[in-house]
């Protein structure tokens, strides 16, 4: 019996342990130390120089501001510059930002998301060295590697310095997707580059000095700052919600497969407490039985589509995290589900509800990626439609990588 009772409780044991070992993911973060963390390799550097910053909510050391933690230590801070969603991270996506003065330190911000996207020669002129500290996604639609090239590209032609702090791709153990066409290029399609490209923002940066993506021919003298530790086949755990729809684990590690949902009639968790991580809309009624209800939500989403109508589709907050990153591969069953079972498949890519016309090829990149889904080619004809693609693109990768795969 008592045998019984002991073989019973470690099977439990056991089970709940391998349940647990399938669904929960091992982060390096109590193992690396992100480029701005690592003050000793560049406060001294900064010393006497007059420095300008672009930062966000993600610019932090541990808890506190980059911008703090510099002030606290005598480095003189001249400006600050902010990307999408502003530097305090409280603008929704797509939103134009003003330019204002940081309340907290009385540094002028300078909006590099409202009449311009690039610093001027004005801008640069009283400094001597420009920090680069944002949290990227890895993903080619994620605006932040084009405020990359927009900096180097100010810097190159003024001749200044760019510092950039390195942080870890949350999404680095991912390299999928169709390389972008550049006839589709657009505000979220900068470079010839998969949907996932796996680099860090320094080794983005690196790219684009290598490959020539900048309007001069000059290049932008850069000063890294790498990741202690680290290698891309680690997973990181974002301290800080790089922006306000990315504000769970599981919308950071969906988010390469599901911002695809963007550029199609269907709504994707835009105005809910969930973005990127719940799909539906009011046609599938009676086909899903999960449903939610997009609402205005000032900072997120003022204009959800299908705002205040009952959506019925898919909820993958409970996805199993660990079999995504193992397999390595955006999703593309959800979209082709979608499809297939929509009532209304002449409307599912109908760019009417959108300002930006055929932004499905601009997320995606390509005119194929639609055409297979409609003619219903199967993923694996899908995917090897890339392969050609993908393979060069990984070679060319390999010249500006700093961390292991």
Same mark, same amino acid.
């Given at each position: ?43 001294? #550097? ?18 506190? =501001? ?19 969603? @502003? ?96 006839? =589709? ?12 490209? @796996? ?32 290698? =891309? ?34 709504? =994707? ?14 046609? #599938? ?27 019925? @589709? ?85 010249? #500006?990588?700093? #961390?292991?795969?």
């Amino acid at each position: 019996m008592n045998f019984k009772i002991v073989f019973f409780f470690s099977l439990f044991f056991w089970t709940i342990w391998g349940l647990k070992a399938q669904t929960s993911l091992d982060y390096c973060n109590d193992r690396i130390r992100t480029g701005a963390e690592r003050t000793e390799s560049y406060v001294p #550097y900064l010393k006497g120089k007059r420095v300008a910053i672009l930062g966000n909510l993600s610019t932090v050391i541990k808890k506190q =501001h980059l911008v703090d933690s510099l002030l606290k230590v005598g480095v003189k801070i001249v400006k600050i510059f902010g990307p999408e969603h @502003g530097f305090r991270g409280n603008a929704s996506n797509g939103t134009e930002v003003s330019d204002e003065v940081d309340v907290k330190t009385g540094i002028p911000i300078i909006s590099l998301y409202g009449s311009k996207r690039k610093p001027s020669a004005a801008d640069l002129a009283d400094i001597d060295v420009f920090i680069f500290d944002v949290q990227d996604m890895g993903v080619r639609f994620y605006t932040n590697i084009n405020t990359l090239r927009d900096i180097m590209e100010a810097c190159a032609e003024q001749g200044k310095e760019l510092l950039i702090l390195d942080r870890p791709n949350p999404n680095a153990y991912l390299i999928d997707g169709p390389i972008l066409d550049m006839k =589709h290029r657009s505000g979220i399609g900068q470079f010839p580059v998969p949907i996932a490209h @796996g680099m860090t923002i320094a080794e983005f940066a690196q790219m684009i000095n290598g490959e020539g993506w900048m309007s001069t021919a000059k290049k932008c003298k850069l000063k890294i700052i790498p990741v202690e530790g680290y290698a =891309h086949h680690m997973l990181y755990k974002l301290p800080v919600s790089p922006s306000p729809n990315l504000n769970t684990e599981q919308s950071i590690l969906l988010y390469p497969s599901t911002c695809l949902f963007e550029g199609v009639k269907v709504n =994707h968790g835009r105005g809910t407490d969930y973005p990127f991580t719940v799909i539906g809309s009011p046609a #599938y009624k009676g086909i899903y039985s999960f449903s939610f209800t997009p609402v205005s939500k000032k900072g997120m989403s003022e204009r959800p589509l299908f705002m205040n109508e009952k959506c019925y @589709g898919l909820d993958l907050r409970g996805y199993d995290l660990h079999s995504l990153v193992k397999g390595k591969k955006l999703n593309l069953a959800w979209i082709m589900e979608l499809y297939e079972k929509s009532p209304e498949k002449d409307k599912f890519f109908d760019q009417s509800f959108s300002d930006q016309i055929g932004r499905f090829e601009n997320l995606s990149g390509v005119d194929d990626l639609r055409l297979q889904i409609e003619r219903g080619i199967s993923e694996k004809e899908i995917r090897a439609s890339w392969a050609d693609g993908l393979a060069k693109y990984k070679l060319m990768r390999k010249k #500006y990588t700093i #961390y292991e795969d």
